[in-house]
């Protein structure tokens, strides 16, 4: 079983896309679909300067996240994380997630860090130290609602 994560390449757009489909309706709205092809073509044009890696299982690419930043250096947004549904629950999503943190920490000691996320993954969050801030109902489609989360220590 050979786990790589490395930084996104423009190769990578249509495995990305693939695993994100298979995550809607149910962690994703079909509205965001869109949201994300923009967001990487964001990232291949050079228009936003986001570190953004993919896990690749076996030289295939399963899974992708990265994290965004505000001016100061001192909060950090956990963005687009996702594992290809295939794969999900095998521990996938921990080390992609632990790798983020990693980089943060390694980069910018007392941070904090962010997530907005949906009900239906904010457990896994709460399962390393993320906390529950605040909910907003319906907020990405109807039934899906926006969870705001902090991970409980900075990145010390």
Excluded at 20 to 33: A, L, M
Excluded at 72 to 85: C, D, K, R, S
Excluded at 122 to 140: I, Q
Aim: charged share 30%; net charge negative.
């Amino acid at each position: 079983m050979e786990i790589t994560i490395r930084a996104y390449r423009d190769t990578d757009k249509n495995e990305c896309m693939d695993a994100f489909k298979t995550n809607v309706p149910k962690f994703f709205s079909d509205q965001e679909v869109f949201d994300f092809a923009d967001f990487l073509e964001r990232i291949e044009k050079g228009i936003d300067d986001i570190p953004f890696y993919v896990l690749s299982y076996n030289q295939k690419v399963i899974g992708c996240g990265g994290y965004a930043k505000d001016q100061n250096n001192e909060v950090f947004t956990l963005a687009w994380g996702l594992i290809h549904n295939d794969f999900h629950k095998k521990g996938f999503g921990e080390k992609l997630l632990s790798y983020r943190l990693e980089e943060i920490k390694r980069l910018y000691k007392n941070s904090s860090v962010i997530i907005d996320t949906t009900q239906h993954s904010a457990g896994f969050f709460e399962k390393y130290g993320f906390v529950t801030k605040k909910e907003t109902e319906n907020y990405y489609a109807l039934g899906m609602h926006r969870i705001d989360m902090e991970l409980k220590n900075k990145t010390e």
